[in-house]
């Protein structure tokens, strides 16, 4: 079952680059001062997100139907619908997906953020008001240097410019402008649970806006906890989820498929200054082992990265009308202590009376196989959406 990634998530680093073409109220003209601080951007702009109430063009509103396709290969339609009143709100910072050739994305909106949208973060739609805005990224072309990629065009942003001071930006004006005492849950993948890990040790933790926290989905990343226990490591009070009704914890885990486990040089899910990696299974957080709820793309990938095309969902191939597919029960997951290693493991069991695919694609694909070092990054979202909004919504009853 090959898929459809769920984020050209290929990347961690958090900070910064070359910015080209902002939009007007960052217009940087040739050997002159800028109108504003290059360092700012003032989020009160509406073209600075891509989604949040209000917009004309949000990125959160599209079409997430998902065609279910049973073991005996029928198919059903399963309708998306939009919260009509959420209680809570939603603020989402994307993975790595920019392919801008500088260092650092630009602010224009591409079509890699857009589809990284409606991968990751447009379902949370039925559960919570969405917030994403759009920030200068480390790009692709600036993490490909380590694979043999051509060097990024321009010069690096300034310290203290772009990435996760962006994101700040845009935290502080939501907080002063828009949530009014509401509940937040916080998302994000890759890059963007690393930015948003930072944001929470430094503006949440311990501060007035740790009552509106509801809790934080950081995927495909590493969040450090004390051996034995749910805090330490990354936070000093905030726990793990243990039980879908929990509020202010933490869902954090890296996946790997259960033939292919990580590497020493892997890049997420590893123990560090007496810290092991953080893993809650969202398919049930309490035994760490479930059947999860997926939601793939029906077609395609994000950046190519997960190598060639899918093959058929079954056979005969059915007639797939909608965006997303489901094929519940094909896959399992369970988080799993392998050496230095704490991670979600991903399996796939073939049955001979399952008229669905056996192969699930998810790796990063080079000239010389699967990369290890990054597992199932680009899936990981994927594997586990429909557990996390149900998650969501638990948490979202308790807030309130």
């Excluded at 939009?23 to 989604?51: E, K, R, Y």
């Excluded at 009509?84 to 994305?105: G, M």
């Excluded at 123990?271 to 990696?277: S, T």
Aim: hydrophobic share 40%; charged share 20%; proline share 8%.
């Amino acid at each position: 079952m090959r898929t459809h990634i769920a984020s050209a998530a290929l990347a961690v680093a958090l900070i910064s680059g070359c910015a080209s073409a902002p939009p007007p109220v960052l217009t940087l003209a040739p050997q002159s001062l800028p109108p504003v601080d290059i360092a700012h951007a003032d989020f009160a702009n509406p073209s600075l997100w891509l989604c949040r109430p209000g917009l004309a063009d949000d990125k959160c509103k599209i079409n997430l139907d998902a065609t279910i396709i049973a073991k005996d290969g029928k198919t059903t339609v399963e309708k998306f619908k939009a919260a009509a009143d959420p209680k809570v709100d939603c603020f989402f910072v994307y993975p790595t997906v920019s392919d801008d050739k500088t260092w650092a994305s630009d602010w224009t909106v591409d079509k890699m953020e857009i589809e990284d949208i409606k991968l990751q973060f447009a379902r949370f739609g039925s559960v919570c008001r969405q917030f994403a805005p759009i920030y200068r990224q480390t790009t692709l072309t600036a993490l490909r240097i380590a694979s043999g990629g051509p060097q990024p065009i321009g010069e690096r942003l300034p310290a203290g410019v772009g990435g996760y001071n962006d994101v700040l930006d845009a935290w502080n004006w939501y907080m002063a402008n828009e949530n009014k005492g509401r509940g937040v849950i916080l998302i994000g993948h890759s890059q963007g649970a690393g930015v948003l890990a930072r944001l929470i040790a430094n503006e949440i933790e311990g501060k007035p806006a740790q009552k509106q926290f509801v809790s934080a989905m950081l995927l495909g990343s590493t969040v450090l906890v004390q051996p034995g226990n749910d805090t330490g490591g990354t936070y000093k009070t905030i726990p793990l989820c243990r039980a879908e009704g929990q509020t202010g914890c933490v869902i954090s885990y890296a996946s790997f498929r259960n033939t292919l486990p990580p590497p020493d040089t892997a890049r997420f899910a590893k123990a560090a200054g007496g810290n092991m990696a953080a893993c809650n299974n969202p398919a049930n957080l309490a035994s760490g082992q479930g059947v999860p709820d997926s939601y793939f793309m029906t077609k395609g990938f994000l950046n190519g990265s997960a190598g060639p095309n899918q093959p058929d969902w079954a056979k005969p191939q059915p007639n797939i009308a909608t965006p997303f597919v489901k094929v519940p029960g094909l896959i399992s997951t369970k988080c799993v202590q392998k050496g230095d290693y704490h991670f979600l493991e991903m399996t796939v069991t073939p049955d001979p009376a399952d008229a669905r695919t056996d192969e699930l694609a998810g790796e990063i694909m080079r000239a010389t196989g699967p990369d290890l070092n990054w597992g199932l990054h680009l899936i990981d979202v994927d594997h586990s959406m429909g557990d996390l909004v149900r998650i969501a919504r638990k948490q979202t009853a308790a807030w309130k």
